[in-house]
T-cell receptor
């Protein structure tokens, strides 16, 4: 019973392409998060959203934007992909202030 | 300053050994997660806990809220347990992650 689904497990894109990473949750969670994982740096927050059309920058928002038009879907957008955005991207969702939180399976993005 | 500290960073064990990975955190949390990531693979959530102990097969996770500490135990370790294990704490509005423990189980 998958609760947080990321649209792709593996993705290869060319430098300069516009890339969309999609995350969908079916639990009516308010919070949704996007992280990236890099060797030696661990998981770092890119953006999060606490409601539809609401977004907040995380620690490393540069080069990314997000969209949350519907409660269940949080999209991470790379306007012009660059090789330094090659990484593992992880989505998570949760209720505000609640213990329940879930992770997607991750998307390995390679920009060539 | 790291809000979540894991130890050890790397661990090599013989098949069959009992393994413990530790996680200490410095923030108030509403839940703690243990995640597993195989080389080149995605991330799997093993446990979500806010108190006490949970068991799933050979894996056991415990948390002590007062001491701000959690442990992940693997009994009768197997080479397929080789992976990176990540501790993540949830404060109610954001996550903090440990840098992970890389486990290698040798046959």
């Amino acid at each position: 019973d998958v609760k947080v689904t990321q649209s792709s497990r593996y993705l290869v894109k060319r430098t300069g392409e516009k890339v969309f990473l999609e995350c969908v949750q079916d639990m009516d969670h308010e919070n949704m998060f996007w992280y990236r994982q890099d060797p030696g740096l661990g998981l770092r927050l890119i953006y999060f959203s606490y409601d539809v059309k609401m977004k907040e920058k995380g620690d490393i928002p540069e080069g990314y934007s997000v969209s949350r038009e519907k409660k269940e879907r949080f999209s991470l957008i790379l306007e012009s992909a660059s090789t330094n955005q090659t990484s593992m991207y992880l989505c998570a969702s949760s209720f505000i202030g609640d213990t329940e939180a879930f992770f997607g399976q991750g998307t390995r993005l390679t920009v060539v | 300053k790291n809000e979540v500290e894991q130890s050890p960073q790397n661990l090599t064990a013989q098949e069959g050994e009992f393994i413990t990975i530790n996680c200490s955190y410095s923030v108030g949390i509403s839940a703690l997660h243990w995640l597993q990531q195989h080389p080149g693979g995605g991330i799997v959530s093993l446990f979500m806990l806010s108190s006490g102990k949970k068991k799933h097969g050979r894996l056991i996770a415990t948390i002590n809220i007062q001491e701000k500490h959690s442990s992940l135990h693997i009994t009768a370790s197997h080479p397929r347990d080789s992976a990176v294990y990540i501790c993540a704490v949830y404060t109610g509005n954001q996550f903090y992650f440990g840098t992970g423990t890389s486990l290698t189980v040798i046959p």
